[in-house]
């Protein structure tokens, strides 16, 4: 018969078991100590509590005050005077200053009219999220005023069996019109116009861009993004005109993988309509295109002229977003009357806060040398942050922020072409359908 040796107790095992010994019992004692004062307990002996509002809930004279959000309450709230028999009975016209100064100004022997709301002219704004609210206007009435019509505009949309397609409306209206953001310059300010884009893809980022950012700012969205109508349902409600990215042939795609419906230079004529319509019938309500990469597709000067007469037959424009060296995109867009912007600078290439902030330096000046500029960038998180702050400060500049589309415009004839959406192309745009 073997022996076995007796082990001493593990001290961790001990321990473990207890603490749990413990926790368990005085749980236990917690919980029935609780459930003797909640049954035998007197509510009047408790300490007592006070209740504090900014305004009594009865009495009909009683000021509302403004939620942060709309409600079915009403638009406005009320504005409250105040009289002279409405304070203390009488007006002071003894002309005695021995009194504090309270900065109020008396005509006569009235007394001055206090008012607590002031009209949307003369109230002083702040910023939240991108969007200037002024007093007596909450941020998602003051949003709602600057989101853009709901897509798609039956006028300028095809139904085919892709999807739906842009067209150019029997009136002559034209998509690039219909979905751009309205924008007026009646003091013909130098303007500069930013893209943010790579939008669909990260949800986080999406989000931010839509929702931090002025709704000047034009939102590009990759055509591969899940619930991309949604999204630019979202950036059109928030005020975003949007465009679309189209995947053309780099020089090298690198680790990436390329999208099947990638635009090459080779391609007929026929494979590059298939390919396109294909793309834009993954979704509706955008102003126009942008190429994502495309070094190579853009120095073919065959598929570049077929594209360019492809976006014009759809009354679409296209934004080139400045990284194609050696592009042969202007002479086809001129050819064929193609409306058309390339950008001045990607402004984070390197996603740097100097470099950023240096590349917005330099659009600044070069729109105060030229009338306007535009740069482009992606979502990420210091680029928004950066373009928070820089848009906020660009009106003390002297300068405006100006949607993309009013940038873009028809170089084919050297005469101002007024688009039936009446926006002035030759000279930047002024109002967008």
Known sequence: MSNRAARDPSPFRSGVAHTALSFLAFSALALSVGGIIHVTGDASEASPARQIALFEPAGPDRPRLKTRFASSDGDMRPIVTASASETDGTADDSGDESGPSLGVSYSGDSAPVVKASASADDAETVRINGV???????????????????????????????????KIADDGRTPAGAYARPFANPENRPTVSIVVGGLGINWRHTQSAIEELPPEVTLSFAPTARNLQGWIDQARAAGHEVLLEVPMEPYEFGRERPHPQTLYGGHSESQLTSNLNYLMSRATGYFGVINYQGSKFATEAEATAQLAGLLKARGIAFVEDGSLSRSTFPDAASETGLRFRTANTPIDARPDGEDIETKLLELEALAMEDGSALGTGFAYPITIDILKAWTARLDEKGIALAPVSAATRTIKSETPVIDTAGIDTAQGGQTGG
């Open 132 to 166: 200037s609210v002024s007093a007596g206007r909450s941020w998602q009435e003051t949003r709602e005023l600057k989101s853009l019509s709901r897509a798609p505009i039956s006028a300028v949309t095809e139904r085919t069996s892709l999807g739906y397609l842009p």
